[in-house]
């Protein structure tokens, strides 16, 4: 609900609700009663609101404190330290496939394909290797959740 995204964004800024009501104007009542869902801010708050805790009114509407926390824990692991992580290993805890899809799946019967896949992608937009197999995943996905 949006009492949720408020509370959870301005706690990620670091803001009590006294700060929140002084800079926009309103009573620290009227803040906790948006953190609430007792009343709903105006659109032209909302904006503020988002201004304020510094992300997009969409972000604010549709605030994840998970995804916040997962995409903070994201950003803090080093460049070094991905490149030495088997991410395969990683995911496979969660998902056992792959760690034994390999002994299945005739993975040299579909490299080729993909391989031209992720040379279009680089060839025709001018993507880097990470950046191309990034767009693939993406397009996957996509294609899977039948979004495409």
Partial sequence: ML???LYHARKKSGLSQENVAEKLGVSRQTVSKWETN???PDIRQAK???VLYQITLDELIDFDADQHSLQQM???VSEECQAKTDWTKVWSKK???LAT???RVAVDDYAP???EMLTRLRAEYGYNETDALLVLKDILARTWKGDC
């Fill in 101 to 103: 899809y390999r002994e």
């Fill in 48 to 50: 503020n609101l988002a």
């Fill in 74 to 76: 994201i950003d803090s």
């Fill in 113 to 115: 394909q993909l391989r």
């Fill in 3 to 5: 009492g949720d995204s």
């Fill in 38 to 40: 007792e009343t709903l």
């Fill in 95 to 97: 998902y056992p496939v």
